[in-house]
T-cell receptor
Framework: QKEVEQNSGPLSVPEGAIASLNCTYS??????FFWYRQYSGKSPELIMS??SNGDKEDGRFTAQLNKASQYVSLLIRDSQPSDSATYLC?????????????WGAGTKLIIKP | DAMVIQNPRYQVTQFGKPVTLSCSQT?????MYWYQQKSSQAPKLLFH???????NEADTPDNFQSRRPNTSFCFLDIRSPGLGDAAMYLC??????????????FGSGTQLSVL
């Protein structure tokens, strides 16, 4: 079992709809959770970070964390073609692994005009 | 704007010919990282510096080395590149606050090709 798992996709969503991206992780002691967006040939760009259970909203983006079920999700409302990218989930484990992020392989999102 | 700068954006080298990739930052972050990312894969951490302390990942090949002469600069040296080393190399920085590492800021990456 991978430490951080994401469906590789591609996930195809019509423009204007809600895109839902999911990530599960194996280490119950994980502390911090991040969503990065990566366009083809570019470097990852931080979209959202979340540290406690519940929802965190920032513009069209909402991150949801459920530590009991060990999953974190990213919702993108009013999806735009410019949201088409690969979305990487990254998890920071417990404090003894403070410097290492564990990465999922990413979900490729395609927004269809 | 404060940022993480990687040079060059594209690097072509020959099989076995040493190559150096560079990274600089104006964020004054104390932690710097080098990642390797191949197509459709997650970034793979090669090593990181916490201030001057060097930390090598267990599975990083000996062919890869790094230098951090000061807070602002970090270099990745590949002593004898093989075809399997062709990848995007990402430099990232972060800072620690009360011992907790904050989010990573990435440079634009260097795409390395090995001929």
């Amino acid at each position: 079992q991978k430490e951080v798992e994401q469906n590789s996709g591609p996930l195809s969503v019509p423009e204007g709809a809600i895109a839902s991206l999911n990530c599960t992780y194996s280490d119950r002691g994980s502390q911090s959770f991040f969503w990065y967006r990566q366009y083809s040939g570019k470097s990852p760009e931080l979209i959202m970070s979340i540290y406690s259970n519940g929802d965190k909203e920032d513009g069209r983006f909402t991150a949801q964390l459920n530590k009991a079920s060990q999953y974190v999700s990213l919702l993108i409302r009013d999806s735009q073609p410019s949201d088409s990218a690969t979305y990487l989930c990254a998890v920071r484990r417990s404090m003894d692994s403070n410097y290492q992020l564990i990465w999922g392989a990413g979900t490729k999102l395609i927004i269809k005009p | 704007d404060a940022m993480v700068i990687q040079n060059p954006r594209y690097q072509v080298t020959q099989f076995g010919k040493p190559v150096t990739l560079s990274c600089s930052q104006t964020l004054n972050h104390n932690v710097m990282y080098w990642y390797q990312q191949k197509s459709s894969q997650a970034p793979k951490l090669l090593f990181h510096y916490y201030d001057k302390d060097f930390n090598n990942e267990a599975d990083t090949p000996d062919n890869f080395q790094s230098r951090r002469p000061n807070t602002s600069f970090c270099f990745l040296d590949i002593r004898s590149p093989g075809l399997g080393d062709a990848a995007m190399y990402l430099c990232a920085t972060s800072r620690t606050v009360a011992g907790v590492v904050e989010k990573l800021f990435f440079g634009s990456g260097t795409q390395l090709s090995v001929l």
